[in-house]
């Protein structure tokens, strides 16, 4: 019987079953090796990206009293109420309305509604630029690899968030954080949302560049995001090197 991951129910019942953080962590070691020797029919970046969000949710469960505690249904209501008056003004009520239908429930109970305003928003920009995309190239190539990266401060001066909305597809997360590495950005916390439409809103905390990085850099990592999904981009090998250079550098 298939299971909503998405439903803070659903995890609800898992977390009990698993009883602990270490042992959450245990399992969390245990799947990911086994799923990794078995081949990459059975590990890639979206087996991947599942196994994450499970395991935030159950962490957070196991970790977080209170968000243990809430009834899901009257929080989900308060949430949704917010999303709409923060929306007013900025966004069509009845694509609000669309909008939300498509939130998995777990995305609604964990982001802030006036973030998730700001994440609708940055989605619908994000779906002008996959149409135009998709009339400017010949058939089949528009919209391939296409990514839209914003930046969010933080309470924490020396760290930012990224919010990097895109089609969901296959490498997506693997591609989005490994060319943030190979850009030497310092990935500290990892969301990935699955909306029922296809999109993807992936969020990540991560230390602020150095003040000798490009000004253009979340430019850059967008294209890189695209040449790694369309194979213009051999991420494996560029990140190979780059490691190879650091351990050169380091002896």
Known sequence: RSIDLS???????????????RRLRMLFILSMADSMA???????????SLLREIYAGLEL???????????SGEQLGETISR???????????????????CMPERYLLVED????????????????????DMVRKPSGKGGLGLSLVRVFETEDENHIKLV????????????????LALHSVNILSAEVFS???????????VEAPADNCPSDIWA????????????????????????????????
């Open 83 to 101: 999303i709409r008056e923060c929306a007013v003004d900025l966004i069509d009520p009845e694509l609000v309305e669309s909008m939300i239908d």
């Open 113 to 132: 509604p006036d973030e998730i305003v700001q994440h609708m928003q940055q989605v619908l920009e994000f779906n002008r630029a996959y149409e135009l």
């Open 38 to 48: 078995t081949g990459p029919r059975v590990w890639n970046s979206w087996s991947e």
């Open 220 to 251: 850059r990592v967008e294209r890189s995001i695209m040449y790694a999904l369309t194979g213009r981009l051999a991420l494996d090998y560029r990140l190979h090197k780059k490691r190879n250079s650091l351990l050169a550098k380091s002896v």
């Open 164 to 179: 990097i909305t895109a089609r969901d597809q296959n490498f997506l997360f693997a591609a989005q954080s490994g060319v």
């Open 195 to 205: 909306w029922s439409d296809g999109t993807a809103v992936n969020i990540f905390i």
């Open 7 to 21: 439903s803070v129910e659903a995890l609800q019942k898992i977390a009990e079953k698993v009883g602990s953080l």
């Open 61 to 71: 469960i196991l970790t977080d009293e209170s968000f243990a505690e809430i009834d």
